[in-house]
């Protein structure tokens, strides 16, 4: 960790290759493109949109980022009707409620206003929460794309000053910026705006030797011959323009099962009989299979 | 300060290519170079593409930009001792290079078009060039392009304004001579061992490997062609010409295969969000019916004061969509991408019913099935099913009738009709009653035309009559159709 001043951008790296090294350490193996992005975010201070298709390790990337800069994890997880009560913050009216029925009789309104807009009434969401941190913070705005456009203006405004008004309580002002990063599916564009203000970096399923790099990482044992292989079968399935192609975690599953089974060598047989470990579309099984020309699976 | 301009003209070079680069943007680049070392050619480009690089349909144009203003060497590089010790066709003189042309040079020239090449020295190169494929090691590679563009590349030719007899590089010149395509089955053996069957997974396996490095030095081959070319022209004047739109500005008629690839893989998402915005219910407010259950007891937490309702979830609203294309040779581009829509809304929404006509109609629906290889279903589409009447020539009236007649329940009041087509009729008799009830009975529906919508009108086309009819878009590329997509909501 780096003794970044308060106020300052969280400069929790000093150079794109000290990215590499330390995100390796934590088991993440960063390309140039991903280490130089995260990089800049982190000196520049901006956020970071990470965009590409579902399990590239976009969200992994978050979890990494957060454990070697020694800083908290907060995610919002978006998702279609996110209003600003979830996002941002919200009055536990509830607890309101009780403190007005339970006021003493005869206080004044006033002051029983001024009780209950207070700290201890609030309830903090994600944006807000990670704004009034003091720690080193990674906020993480997962799956972006699924919200709608309201609650994209909404973090326009939030990520561009890093400031919330309250208008019971004023301006909350980031005492140190977070590290942001958002990620998105691409199921639909963001607004200009939001990218302007962003760093972009697409994530795409690894080239096969970074692949085979993360598998022998996460799966300790497996024969560099079979992890070859299996990166490499992999790498032809996407290729076959199935519904759902394998994510980065279904070839580490695949290596794991592969390695329960205790299987050195993936041939024909092999792979028709655990493909359902990659591909989890009967007609991506069938395309799979009429393709590659495997045999029918034993059932 | 050159530094500067560079950068500048780099912005500018972007900017023409069709990328919208804000001011904003561009000064955080230059913050962003100034904490990167300058020395680290990659970083120097993704920090650049992070930060000016907001869609990644735009990652092509982006690099080969980059490559023209940040190029990875000067002169002859590398290749040029290489080619020095052979001293064969290196004639001493570099010369003054134009820009690299694959049309024909200038009469007089033509027996210079031709440069004989060593034939043995284009063996040991296609030699070296498998190793390095079979190996797949990048700065082999780089170093074999460097080489390849210098010893086969030239071209000697006149260009307007430049000095007969000059040399220049292109690419054209370098595949011909090498033909890396060539090299693949004697890497596919190399690679799996002689006496292997030659079918199934391993080739496949193979094979896709293989392809993507044959495509890697053919890109590479692209971009040191346009670096040697930018040396001597000037970078605008390379990266003007050098550039493909990007693929949401490509005219679907005049889209080539690997658009069409890519234009497929962009148009899953779109047809998804395009069969839930025409199947959503407007949500006004959250949910439907009153709980008054739920809301009693919620209002337990708030000691009996119902201070929120509670509601019903609504029924989810089942519609259903029915297509009609146009699938005769006057847009055959459009066709191929109308029957990718097809393909795609299909795999996205279940109840989607699809016709496709040109002077007769069939139902599609079948040919269709998820899972099935687009091309296939392309093709048993074409061969069986009953589209052409007589003529083979679009008829528009006819379809509609035919439609009409034999499929009468298709279209109800739960029912999105989206005609696809240019409204090109061949003077035919237009039905336009049989489209007005057809418009009438269903919920929504929409009309994409391919067609540039200042040819509307013009000569056969019956765009203007079935406007009145049925709301018509013009949807010739990529970011008009997700307008459309967007605007439905």
Known sequence: MTTATIDASPAF????????????????????????????????????????????????????????????????QCYEGLDEARALYEWNYRKQLLRI???????????????????????????????????????????????????????????????VTIPELGTVKAARRPFVLLTSNATRELSEALKRRCLYLHLDYPSTEREKEIVRSQVPGVEDALAEQVVRVVATLRDLDVKKAPSIAETIDWARTLLALGRTDLDEATISE????????????ERARRELSLPDAAE | MALLDRHLGFVTALREAGLLVSVSESLDAVSAVGHIDLAERETLREAYAATLVKRQQHRDAFDTIFDIYFPTAVGDGLAHQLAAEDAEDDDGADGAITEAG???????????????????????????????LLAGDETDL???????????????????????????????????????????SGLLAAMLGVGQDRDGLAEQVARTTLRARIARFERMVDAEVRRRVAEELGEERIARSAVRPPLERIDFLSANKDDLAAL????????????????????????????????????????????????????????????????????????????????????????????????????????????????????????????????????????????????????????????????????????????????????HAYWLNP????????????????????????????????EFVHDLA
């Open chain 2, 264 to 443: 497929r893989r962009e148009i899953y998402p779109l047809s998804r969000r395009l069969a839930t915005r025409l199947v959503q219910e407007q949500r006004h407010g959250r949910s439907g019916q009153l709980d008054f259950r739920r809301t009693i007891r919620e209002s337990m937490q708030t000691g009996g004061v119902p201070m929120m309702t509670m509601h019903k979830p609504r029924r989810p609203h089942r519609t259903d969509l029915v297509l009609l294309c146009d699938v005769s040779g006057s847009v055959r581009q459009f066709a191929q991408f109308t029957i990718l829509l097809m393909f795609a809304l299909k795999e996205q929404f279940g109840r989607v019913r699809a016709f496709a006509f040109v002077d007769d109609i069939d139902e599609v629906t079948d040919y269709l099935q998820p899972g099935q290889g687009i091309g296939e279903s392309v093709m048993q589409l074409t061969q069986q099913a009953r589209v052409t009447w007589v003529t083979g020539r679009t008829h528009y009236g006819r379809a509609f009738e035919k439609f009409v007649e034999r499929y009468p329940d298709a279209v109800g009041p739960k029912t999105s009709l989206l005609v696809l087509g240019d409204a090109r009729s061949n003077y035919g008799y237009l039905s336009e009653e049989v489209l007005a009830g057809l418009a009438d009975e269903a919920r």
């Open chain 2, 142 to 184: 780089g170093a074999l392009v460097q080489e390849a563009v210098a010893r086969f590349g030239q071209i000697q030719g006149r260009r307007p304004g430049s000095v007969p007899g000059q040399q220049s590089w292109s690419r054209l010149n370098v595949m011909q001579r090498v033909q890396p395509q060539t090299l693949m």
């Open chain 1, 101 to 163: 029925q339970a006021a003493p009789d005869g206080q004044e309104w006033d002051a029983t206003h001024d009780d209950i807009f207070t700290d201890e009434f609030l309830l903090t969401r994600p944006l807000l929460t990670a704004i009034r941190r003091e720690d080193p913070t990674v906020l993480l705005i997962d799956e972006a794309d699924k919200t709608d456009v309201e609650v994209e203006g909404l973090l326009l405004e939030v990520l561009s000053d890093f400031q």
């Open chain 1, 274 to 285: 655990t493909l359902g470990v990659v591909l989890k579309h009967a007609t991506d099984h």
């Open chain 1, 13 to 76: 790296f000093s150079s794109p290759q000290d990215v590499v090294d330390r995100l390796g350490e934590v088991g993440y193996l960063a390309s140039p493109a991903t280490a130089t992005a995260v990089y800049l975010a982190s000196v520049l201070g901006k956020p970071l949109l990470a965009e590409g298709p579902a399990g590239v390790g976009k969200t992994e990337l978050a979890k990494a980022v957060a454990k070697v800069a020694g800083a908290e994890l907060v995610r919002l």
């Open chain 2, 451 to 482: 067609e540039r919508e200042n040819l509307w009108g013009t000569g056969d086309s019956a765009a203007f009559t079935y406007r009145r009819i049925v709301p018509m878009v013009e949807v010739r590329n990529l970011s008009q159709l997700s």
């Open chain 2, 102 to 132: 694959d049309e024909a040079p200038a009469p007089g020239l033509a027996d210079a078009w031709q440069q004989p090449v060593d034939a043995n020295a284009l063996r040991d190169f296609r030699e070296e060039l498998s190793d390095a």
